[in-house]
């Protein structure tokens, strides 16, 4: 697994905007950003320069407007935050942390129920 760095939350609404409409420019990100979120122009181009300096963005300098997109995939993202999750909090077990999403507060759809009973099928052959 490809470590990728570790977002912040403020850095992981901007990355599920950058997923859906990268490149981009600044302002396009900050315009669908503040769909969302109330946030300054300012903030979002400052979070894009740190999020360069992590190398969680990547940067084309070669127009006047800088175009930013992921340096990671969002499924990458997803299993580097999953596998830290699952190290850090539930001691490496992955079907404690199964038991404790499944569990919850917030109950999974009939739908969602059966795209687990799809997939735990095709990986248990």
């Known amino acids: 697994m490809i470590k990728t760095p570790k977002p912040t939350k ?9 997923w859906i409409i990268a490149p981009a420019t600044v302002r396009q990100i900050h315009e669908e950003l503040c769909t969302k ?3 300054s122009y300012t903030t979002t181009l400052k979070m894009l320069q740190v999020m360069f300096q992590k190398e969680l ?3 084309d300098s ?3 407007a800088h175009v930013y997109s992921p340096a990671y995939s969002k499924q990458q993202t997803q299993e ?3 596998d830290d999750l699952k190290t850090r ?3 490496g077990s ?3 942390l199964v038991m404790q999403a499944l569990g919850s507060t917030h109950q999974a759809s009939d739908e969602e129920i059966e795209q687990i009973k799809d997939f735990l099928k095709t990986i248990e052959k």
């Open 94 to 96: 992955i079907s404690s």
């Open 10 to 18: 403020t850095e992981l609404a901007i990355l599920n905007v950058m």
């Open 37 to 39: 979120t109330r946030t």
């Open 89 to 91: 909090l539930f001691g």
């Open 57 to 59: 963005v990547t940067r």
């Open 80 to 82: 580097q935050i999953i």
């Open 62 to 64: 070669s127009q006047k």
